[in-house]
């Protein structure tokens, strides 16, 4: 029987919802049979969409027989939470060997890209909020863990086209011009129809673009 039902908010994504909820492994309450509907509507864990609901199961102990007359170490498996993000430049090119600092939860990274412009850090479970610096370049700009749509969303696409470097505004604006420039300028970029329109190639495209 499940105990627990977890409406998804603005933020959420799996692994910190098991922190939440007390469980080491996302994967324990992703790959329960309840969550079957969740699985085949959204593709990945840790891109869920707020009012998704989650099904979290009662915990069941873990019983192990050992004498009672020596000292026994249990080792607890945990899966780390990676945040990973990558640096291109104005053609699309990474961003290589460029040194960059990552806050998040009062932490600071230095972290340095590596030849695909990717920098990757283990951060806090819990963590939904950042802030990247690159100070060779004086840019900065936050970063939001768990903020990002499913792709097929409205809110999903934009968000995409916002962290590739195609719409400048903000996700949520629905500025439709501006939006439809960009969608053309990606497309004209990716050898896709010039239709100004989300359709499915061009989402299949952004996803893969984007990474996720």
């Known amino acids: 029987p499940m105990s627990t039902r977890h409406t998804v908010a603005d933020g959420d994504h799996m692994t910190g919802i098991a922190e939440k909820y007390g469980f080491k492994d996302f994967h324990t309450i992703w790959d329960h049979a309840d969550n079957e509907p969740l699985r085949q509507l959204r593709s990945e864990p840790h891109v869920l969409f707020p009012g998704d609901v989650v099904a979290i199961p ?85 970063v939001k863990i768990g903020h990002l749509d499913p792709f097929d969303e409205e809110s999903g696409w934009q968000g995409r086209l916002v962290n590739l470097g195609y719409y400048p505004g903000a996700v949520g604006d629905n500025d439709l011009e501006p939006l439809r420039h960009a969608l053309e300028e990606f497309q004209c970029d990716h050898a896709l129809p010039v239709t100004g329109e989300p359709d499915g190639a061009t989402l299949a495209k952004l996803k893969a673009e984007h990474g996720s």
């Open 58 to 142: 009662d915990k069941t102990p873990r019983k192990e027989a050992r004498p009672t007359d020596k000292l026994h170490r249990f080792r607890l498996l945990s899966k780390p939470l990676k945040l990973r993000i990558a640096l291109k430049d104005f053609d699309n090119l990474p961003i290589k060997g460029q040194a960059c600092e990552l806050t998040v939860d009062g932490a600071t990274f230095h972290l340095t890209t590596d030849g695909d412009g990717m920098i990757e850090t283990p951060i806090p479970k819990a963590a939904t909020t950042g802030l990247l610096k690159v100070p060779d370049l004086d840019i900065e700009f936050p």
